[in-house]
Nanobody, 121 residues
């Protein structure tokens, strides 16, 4: 059984930084991508960033490009999302996911429970 556990969310002022972590367990992820999605109140869940588990290929949404960086530590089975220059519009529940796809929710087979990020103005 795959388990994805996010951590690192919280309350931060605009312009601040947070680093989210996603600890994965239960299987190998060869051929998979690991991704971050977010869902703001009243909005649909949207793609934020993704990274191939065994390749140095990353994908980042235009809305966060230049501010957010995705990375992973294979030895720790952990993925990270470094979020800098945070804006109030980044406020959302952030979800970690794993699957064979990259940008679309339907391509992800496994999901974490989510971690709240709140950016105050």
């Amino acid at each position: 059984q795959v388990a994805l556990v996010e951590s690192g969310g919280g309350l931060v002022q605009a312009g601040g930084s947070l680093r989210l972590s996603c600890a994965a367990s239960g299987r190998t992820f060869s051929g998979y991508a690991m991704g971050w999605f977010r869902q703001a109140p009243g909005k649909e869940r949207e793609f934020v960033a993704a990274i191939r588990w065994y390749e140095d290929i990353t994908y980042v949404a235009d809305s966060v490009k230049g501010r957010f960086t995705i990375s992973r530590d294979n030895a720790k089975n952990t993925m990270y999302l470094q979020m800098n220059s945070l804006k109030p519009e980044d406020t959302a529940v952030y979800y970690c996911a794993a699957g064979p796809g990259v940008r679309f929710e339907a391509e992800y087979a496994f999901w974490g429970q989510g971690t709240q990020v709140t950016v105050s103005s």
